[in-house]
């Protein structure tokens, strides 16, 4: 078992970073996959990232791509989404998830979610 526990979401304007950080309890981090999704209001929770147990691949939704970079430190427990150039479109609340053999876009295949942080891009 695995609980999640996001931080580093706020307010922005567009064009202005952020990173969100997630950190995880337990002993076994480094042997999940990780990933973040986000929802927006009226929508439905869509991929962002992913990335593998050892960091050695990463994945990213078109829309972020080239402007979000994941990554994972195991030694803190911690997986990181850098979020560059962020457009009022990126306002959602993000969710990382951890998932004992998948590291891919479907949200259904992740067994742990935390609760979520709030991000809020002004035009």
């Known amino acids: 078992q695995v609980q999640l526990v996001e931080s580093g979401g706020g307010l922005v304007q567009a064009g202005g970073s952020l990173r969100l950080s997630c950190a995880a309890s337990?002993?076994?981090?480094?042997?999940?996959?990780m990933g973040w999704f986000r929802q927006a209001p009226g929508k439905e929770r869509e991929f962002v990232a992913a990335?593998?147990?050892?960091?050695?691949?990463?994945y990213y939704a078109d829309s972020v791509k080239g402007r979000f970079t994941i990554s994972r430190d195991n030694a803190k427990n911690t997986v990181y989404l850098q979020m560059n150039s962020l457009k009022p479109e990126d306002t959602a609340v993000y969710y990382c998830?951890?998932?004992?053999?998948?590291?891919?876009?479907?949200?259904?295949?992740?067994?742990?979610w935390g609760q979520g942080t709030q991000v809020t891009v002004s035009s």
């Open positions: 998830a951890a998932s004992t053999y998948y590291s891919g876009k479907d949200s259904g295949k992740y067994n742990y």
């Open positions: 990335i593998t147990w050892s960091g050695g691949m990463t």
């Open positions: 337990g002993r076994t981090f480094s042997s999940y996959a």
